[in-house]
């Protein structure tokens, strides 16, 4: 008994020190040489404490004292729209609304030649919100098979697709990273852009694999779930979020956002099984196993050597779930 509460508090000691050292380094410091030093002196002072102080219990009290006033002091950081963005991440989109007519406001549709050469074009457009006939959800893996990047996308008829993805917002010269990601150093940020952009940047210069499966919902759902997204886009856009790589990502916003109540997953956190998660809650295609789904989802080769004519039903064809439209009664 004595030894499982010894590891306990070992556990949590290492815990609470690594926390503050990285929160130092990461937040502090802005990863300059600097934080290092700091890192330093924080262990320097934690292990002259552990020498000075004979009680294990008032040890453990100090440390705890010096982290509620280290995550207080981290808590006083204030997100912001005002830093000097990556292009792709510069503009921030908005929705208007007027009964079922809606407007998306720098909707992102850029063209890429990389993945850092590209013509930055944002756009706006209308939909409307009785004419939203499903939804879709693109699942992006990148090497890992633990973590996967889940978008949205709506399905407004005669190949009108929106795509919106929840994702960190980048400052020019900062790169993804996780560690970096606990801490307070991106802001998140809803992408609302054309499904090409949103695809082929990803498929041709990001190296993942790229999965489409279409939600087995019926349309109130989907309109629900739009405006969702929606409302979720504009309260950001007047105020701005931090990005948590644990707690709020691009999938646990997704949970977070909605209105009904959402069954709690441990897969809503380490996500990389989200898709089949979808699956095994009734949310796609069924009639076959999800081994097989998966594998007939992806649609990297099909994508990849398409640009802009007919991309969405191109992409679309033969996947399992999709109805096929009738092209003679498209329009009527």
């Keep these: 008994m004595w030894l499982v509460f010894y590891i306990v508090v070992v556990v949590y000691l290492l815990a609470v020190v690594a926390w503050v050292g990285g929160a130092l380094f990461n937040d502090l410091a802005k990863r300059k040489a600097v934080g290092w030093v700091l890192v330093g002196s924080w262990l320097v002072f934690v292990a002259a404490m552990l020498f000075l102080i004979q009680s294990l219990t008032v040890f ?187 707690v709020t990502n691009c999938s646990t916003t997704i949970m977070f956002q909605r209105k009904e109540k959402v069954r709690w997953s441990w897969r809503m956190f380490i996500n990389g099984t989200f898709d089949r998660l979808l699956y095994e809650r009734g949310f796609l295609f069924d009639e076959i196993s999800f081994q097989e789904l998966k594998a007939r989802s992806k649609i990297n080769d099909l994508a990849r050597p398409l640009e802009l004519e007919d991309f969405s039903r191109t992409i679309r064809k033969d996947l399992p779930g999709f109805e096929q439209p009738d092209p003679a009664n498209e329009g009527r």
Excluded at 69 to 82: E, M, N, V
Excluded at 137 to 166: K, Q, T, Y
């Design 60 to 246: 453990v009290i100090a440390i705890s004292v010096l982290a509620v006033i280290a995550i207080f002091i981290w808590l006083t950081q204030k997100p912001s729209h005002d830093r000097q963005w990556e292009p792709n991440s510069s503009v921030l989109p908005r929705f208007e609304i007027n009964g079922d007519r809606i407007v998306a406001i720098d909707v992102r549709n850029s063209q890429y030649r990389s993945a850092t050469d590209y013509d930055l074009c944002h756009e706006d457009r209308e939909y409307r919100i009785s004419e939203l006939v499903g939804v879709d959800a693109a699942i992006v893996f990148w090497g890992s098979e633990l973590i996967c990047h889940p978008m949205a996308i709506f399905d407004f008829g005669n190949d009108r697709h929106l795509c919106i993805s929840i994702e960190a917002r980048y400052q020019v010269g900062q790169p993804y990273d996780v560690f970096r990601s606990i801490y307070r150093q991106y802001e998140i940020m809803y992408v609302v852009s054309d499904e090409r952009d949103a695809i082929l940047r990803r498929i041709k210069f990001s190296q993942g694999d790229f999965y489409l499966y279409r939600m087995q919902t019926d349309r109130e759902f989907a309109q629900k779930l739009f405006l969702e997204y929606v409302e979720a886009t504009n309260k950001l856009f007047d105020r701005p979020k931090w990005y948590h790589g644990l």
